[in-house]
């Protein structure tokens, strides 16, 4: 979980203005938080997606399955087995 975690934060840090890690929440909105804006959230599914070999469905793209960081660890490793 850790990794995965880490990937997260590393494409987040260089696809945003946040210059330190622990300035990204891990259980609160990026988009909310203006750490992403919606291109970036964009990029970001499509990162995930690659990196992990996986699709996440449009019926997964809420804010319930992919809200956070935490959200989005957890339906990474739901669908990376």
Do not use: Q
């Not at 990026?30 to 599914?45: C, K, N, Q, T, W």
């Not at 990162?47 to 996440?56: L, R, S």
């Not at 960081?69 to 990376?80: E, F, Q, V, Y």
Request: aromatic residues 6%; negative net charge; proline residues 1%.
């Amino acid at each position: 979980m850790d990794k995965v975690k880490d990937t997260l934060i590393e494409f987040i840090l260089k696809k945003s203005d946040v210059n330190n890690k622990e300035e990204i929440p891990l259980d609160k909105s990026l988009l909310a938080e203006g750490i992403l804006d919606s291109f970036g959230v964009i990029e970001l599914v499509e990162y995930i997606e690659n990196k992990w070999k996986i699709v996440i469905e449009d019926n997964e793209f809420t804010l319930e399955t992919m809200g956070s960081i935490n959200k989005m660890i957890k339906l990474i490793n739901s669908k990376a087995r």
